[in-house]
């Protein structure tokens, strides 16, 4: 079992981890992002079927790349979001291009303190799966429905704050002192 600092830095212990994986399946998220996306172009006030069929192919031959990439984007900033929990040391002489990843599933690795809540990991899951999906979902409605983008770049926004929010809570049981008040 691993240990970290803790008292902010300063070193003054070290605090046993549990290692957690969170993990989310990429045909998951682009189930998810595929039901938003045909839910949008359904309700769309406009009469061209060409338009509304722009927003429902996200996930298509030619669009998934695009998913992929914008899925592979938000993967790497939730990871970065979650610092220091999924922080993992650089690799000597290690060379990384922008070649397309294509994984079935991504992976979020995190050293929690021992006394962490596992409700705030099971937040976190739904948070990031969320996030995930307005991820891909803002920059999709961005090139075929610009005027449903604004609702979901919010969306995203407060998914951020909230992970971020959860991050700082408590993790360990709250102990009150006696008082006699």
């Given amino acids: 079992m691993a240990c970290c600092y803790n008292g902010n830095g300063r070193g003054r212990g070290r605090e046993q ?16 992002i595929e ?15 060409h338009l509304k ?3 429902f192919d996200v996930a298509q ?6 998913a992929t990439r914008v899925l592979n984007l938000a993967h790497a900033e939730c990871v970065e979001s979650l610092y220091p929990y999924t922080k993992t040391p ?27 809540s596992r409700t705030t990991v099971l937040l976190l899951k739904e948070l990031i799966h969320d996030y995930f999906v307005c991820r891909v979902l803002v920059e999709w409605l961005g090139i075929t429905c610009p005027t449903a983008q604004p609702f ?7 998914l ?22």
């Fill in 17 to 32: 981890t549990v290692k957690n994986t969170l993990v989310f399946l990429r045909e998951e998220l682009l189930l998810d």
């Fill in 35 to 49: 039901n938003y996306t045909f839910v949008t172009g359904d309700i769309m006030p406009v009469e061209d079927e």
């Fill in 53 to 55: 069929h722009q927003v």
């Fill in 61 to 66: 031959d030619g669009n998934e790349d695009l």
């Fill in 90 to 116: 650089c690799i000597q002489d290690e060379t990384v291009d922008d070649r397309l990843v294509v994984p079935e599933q991504y992976e979020i690795e995190m050293a929690l303190p021992k006394q962490f």
């Fill in 152 to 158: 979901w770049k919010e969306r995203l926004e407060l």
């Fill in 160 to 181: 951020m704050g909230r992970m971020k929010r959860a991050l700082l809570g408590r993790r360990k049981p709250l102990r009150r002192g006696q008082s006699m008040f």
